[in-house]
């Protein structure tokens, strides 16, 4: 329905032809815009001192980053065992980390693995996130242990139910489904099957003197099913009783975990993470063999990924749309805002409809860009791009004279060139960068010479609220 | 291209926007340039039940006497029971879960407009959430491609009043029954459709969006400004709507909570006009694998409060409104060890509106006898969905080609309209 306006009614030069396409974004912002929550000067700094295998090695290796300033502030913004507590250190943990590349690795693990606290415990999805963390760069199967046994997983999908003489499937469908194999892959009589091999599988509350403070798993033999099991899958048990039940599972995730079906639907998901919705054959075809010849080894899977020649090339550079966290992390990274009130960033997390640990379905927020381009999505994060330049969210401030000098930036193209810089790698259209030009040297002609900060600072104000919202800063 | 859209794009042109110091455009002027004329269109609304819900607990079987052997303690007790989740007689078989009482007092009217379509699903079942939703809303055997039944309407059809606009969910993305090649629009609460920051600036982001050459760019690139370019058509397009301070008539009082809010603005946007001949909306929450007596009452509160106000609300306008609810799966007949259910197959479908066949249960009820059940465990799907929205598409809606929304389904007549 929308018709396109001529460069003459837009005042821009009608002598361009064809614009020039935007300039390409170096392999370095391209690697820093998926590998973490957001380029920074900083990290962009290490990349080009390090180079770009030895920055990804340096990543892979969290542990051999020195993030303790950060941790020792991580408990004076909330705690762990708040209802939000887990939202919070997440985000926390993705704006100021410096071992940004196995958060975003955590990030998507909580995501796969999705559980709704709405159904769960502020501590346990926050023990829950550190454990994904702790084990992000050991083995798929390892996580997928740490799933099934994390109560969060326990209470989300029902497990703690799940008895000899009543079996639940929530946890064994959902298991096969999404955690794993994929559908197409297994029948309704697995999904029965399995659903016993999982029964008395629970949690159980920790105690500090009377009060509970976490809870830990448990299995209670008193409640597993001890018969024989058998699946479509080529994976029986003849069944264990006693402590031993609970080995039914465990040789069952594991099975599941080197399983084929599973290695190509977990890489294909990684690659839509990490590389674009629509990864190349080539490259997810090298992604899998990476994770199945390493029994299933995260780390080497994410340095294949991201090492891989048409990652590294840059074809799916700006390609993918940021979801409402995302989004809200990149910005604040981006503008280097520091001292955030991040219970109201949480929030503001919430508006955009993808807070982490509310997902109100078990397949977790989708990969895929098209979710997050309705219209009432783009308005959200327009709202939030407003609201951020405009100094209106948590007490975060916009710390123009450390982005853009103590004196403000003279002419509309420093201004439009800087600001996009900063916030889109440069990498939007010239006849855009001209408009913007056009706009800020407009209200730059309503001012004295030699403006000051608090007299240029409104206009910069308007001219950012528009760079935040171009079609450009929805992708990264 | 529209005689609103062009009035903002004339607008926009006589402001030679881009240089322009300041922009001082009321922008009620917009606002009354994008109010399109007043039409009469039929409307269906698709209110999706997410999760898979209980409907053997919403319109009850207490009249087969397996039901009560099947869920002892969870399900619904028949009329003039003592004690229990007492329904609410729908016939000799069927009663409706208590919390419905406005749908049951429609149902149960003189000149009733609701149906209820029970053991509703398709062959081969899918038991999967995700699977089924898309197969639901797809209306495809299979979802090897994702094109929704919807979208395929609305690919061979015009709209009868050359509305830019012809199907909107009030949702945060597109729901798969609008995925396709016709442009569908997705918003949560058109209380979103407002532009923060200055009139200049959403001008200046508007012209940039819509006369950046995007041929060229990668498909995601384009959709970027795609996505951008529908955010300001939507924007425009409502602008003479005031949802926020809309009260709604005939004393109709929606519920707290989303389904209300959502169907509250529906209804404000069918008065207005728009042309808008398909909206979707969720209720979420039905996956109830435990404590189902508990949680399904809320649910099935506010979908009767929900609809009820709708249709209030509506009055006059509500004849040309059918309003067609879905699940992707019924539960299992047994309750679990939970106190709840696990996924089943056969559903049901309500269906409320003017035309409508009311005050029956229809089509075929296969019941609860161990040999009537799929597998033993699940109501048989002895009605397809697809004859359901069929007959909403061609008596309803005028559709003529039920072949290409519905490829390879053998019609079966279920009479709900």
Redesign the interface.
């Given at each position: 329905?929308?018709?396109?306006?001529?460069?003459r009614?837009?005042?821009?030069p009608t002598s361009v032809a064809?614009?020039a396409?935007p300039p390409p974004v170096t392999a370095e912002v391209h690697l820093l815009s998926r590998a973490t929550f957001g380029p920074t000067p900083q990290a962009l700094a290490e990349v080009q001192a390090l180079g770009i295998a030895a920055w990804v090695d340096r990543q892979l290796d969290p542990y051999s980053i020195d993030d303790r300033a950060f941790e020792a502030l991580l408990p004076t913004l909330v705690a762990p065992t708040a209802n939000n507590g887990a939202d919070i250190r997440l985000l926390a943990r993705a704006i100021y980390s410096k071992r940004q590349l196995a958060w975003r690795l955590t990030h998507f693990l909580n995501n796969h693995f999705s559980t709704n606290r709405v159904e769960t415990t502020g501590i346990s999805e926050s023990n829950e996130d550190d454990t994904f963390f702790k084990h992000c760069f050991t083995t798929f199967g390892t996580v997928l242990r740490d799933s099934a046994q994390s109560p969060a997983m326990i209470d989300y999908?029902?497990s703690q139910?799940?008895?000899a003489?009543?079996?639940?499937?929530?946890y064994a469908?959902e298991l096969l489904?999404l955690h794993t194999l994929g559908?197409g892959n297994y029948t309704?009589a697995d999904?029965a099957a399995i659903a016993r091999v999982f029964t008395g599988w629970a949690r159980v509350n920790v105690l500090s003197g009377t009060t509970a403070v976490g809870s830990s798993f448990l299995f209670r033999a008193n409640v597993h099913d001890t018969g024989p099991k058998t699946t479509s899958l080529g994976w029986s048990t003849p069944g264990f009783s006693g402590s031993a039940g609970v080995n039914e599972g465990l040789q069952f995730l594991q099975f599941l975990a080197t399983h084929g079906a599973t290695a190509t639907r977990f890489v294909t998901k990684l690659c839509q993470y990490f590389v674009?919705?629509q990864p190349s054959a080539g490259l997810l075809s090298r992604a899998v063999r990476a994770f199945s010849s390493s029994g299933g080894d995260l780390q080497q899977t994410v340095r294949a990924i991201l090492l891989d020649h048409e990652f590294q090339n840059g074809s799916t550079a700006?390609?993918?749309?940021h979801d409402g966290f995302e989004f809200v992390v990149n910005a604040v990274r981006r503008f280097g805002l520091a001292a955030i009130n991040t219970t109201a960033m949480n929030t503001r997390v919430g508006l955009l409809?993808c807070p982490p640990h509310l997902c109100?379905?078990?397949?977790g927020h989708?990969e895929l860009?098209?979710?997050?381009?309705?219209?009432?999505?783009?308005?959200?994060r327009?709202?939030f791009a407003?609201?951020l330049v405009n100094d209106r969210i948590g007490g975060a401030v916009m710390p123009w004279t450390t982005l853009f000098g103590a004196t403000p930036p003279p002419t509309g193209a420093l201004w439009a060139v800087a600001l996009c810089d900063r916030f889109v790698d440069g990498a939007v259209?010239a006849?855009?960068i001209l408009?913007l030009t056009?706009?800020m040297?407009?209200?730059l002609?309503?001012l004295p010479a030699n403006p000051t900060w608090a007299q240029v600072r409104p206009h910069a104000r308007?001219l950012a609220?528009?760079v935040t919202?171009?079609?450009?800063s929805?992708?990264h | 291209m529209t005689h609103h859209d062009s009035t903002r794009r004339t607008f926009l042109q006589a402001s030679a926007l881009a240089g322009a110091a300041a922009i001082t455009a009321p922008a009620n002027a917009m606002a009354a340039a994008a109010k399109p004329r007043r039409t009469s269109t039929k409307v269906t609304v698709v209110l999706f039940q997410r999760g898979g819900a209980d409907h053997l607990n919403l319109y009850a079987p207490t009249g087969d006497a397996n039901y009560a052997t099947l869920r002892p303690t969870i399900g619904v007790a028949p009329p003039g029971s003592p004690s229990g989740t007492v329904g609410l007689a729908m016939n000799a078989t069927f009663s409706m879960h208590p919390g419905m009482t406005g749908i049951h007092a429609a149902y149960t009217a003189a000149n009733s407009k609701v149906a209820i379509v029970q053991a509703v699903g398709y062959q081969p079942y899918n038991r999967s959430h995700f699977v089924s939703q898309d197969l639901y809303e797809t209306a495809l055997q299979t979802t090897t491609t994702f094109d929704g039944w919807i979208n395929r309407h609305l690919q061979v059809t015009t709209s009868p009043t050359q509305a830019p606009v012809r199907a909107l969910a009030l949702r945060g993305s597109l729901p798969v029954s609008m995925y396709g090649a016709y442009p569908c629009y997705a918003v949560a609460s058109t209380q979103e459709l407002v532009f923060g920051g200055a009139v200049d600036s959403r001008l200046f982001l508007e012209a940039i969006v819509d006369s950046t050459v995007t041929a060229g760019m990668a498909p995601a690139q384009q959709l970027a400004y795609q996505s951008g370019s529908s955010t300001f058509d939507l924007i425009d397009l409502f602008g003479g709507l005031d949802p926020l301070n809309y009260v709604p008539a005939n004393g109709a009082v929606y519920p707290a909570g989303a389904l209300g809010k959502s169907l509250r603005e529906i209804a404000e946007v069918i008065k207005a006009g728009l042309g808008i001949e398909f909206f979707a909306v969720d209720q979420g929450g039905w996956d109830h694998h435990h404590s189902l007596v508990t949680s399904i009452a809320p649910l099935a509160i506010e979908l009767s409060a929900a609809v009820t106000a709708f249709f209030t609300d509506l009055g006059a306008a509500g004849v040309d409104v059918v309003l067609v609810t879905m699940s992707e799966f019924g539960r299992e007949v047994q309750q679990n060890g939970s106190s709840g259910t696990d996924h089943g197959v056969g559903g049901a479908m309500m269906v409320h509106g003017d035309a409508v066949n009311g005050g029956q249960v229809l089509g075929t009820w296969p019941g609860l006898a161990p040999a009537a059940l799929q597998d033993g465990r699940f109501l048989a799907p002895s009605n397809d969905y697809r004859d359901v929205l069929r007959e909403i598409l061609v008596q309803h809606m005028g559709g003529t080609n039920p072949a290409t929304v519905f490829p390879g389904r053998v019609y079966q007549p279920i009479g709900v309209l």
């Open positions: 329905m929308h018709r396109t306006l001529s460069r009614e837009l005042c821009l064809k614009p396409p999908l029902d139910s799940n008895i003489i009543a079996p639940n499937e929530n469908r489904e559908v309704e999904v674009g919705d700006k390609t993918k749309v409809r109100p379905v078990p397949i989708p860009g098209g979710a997050w381009q309705g219209s009432g999505n783009v308005l959200s327009w709202d407003d609201d259209p006849t855009t408009a056009v706009f040297d407009a209200r002609a309503t308007e609220s528009v919202r171009l079609p450009e929805q992708l | -």
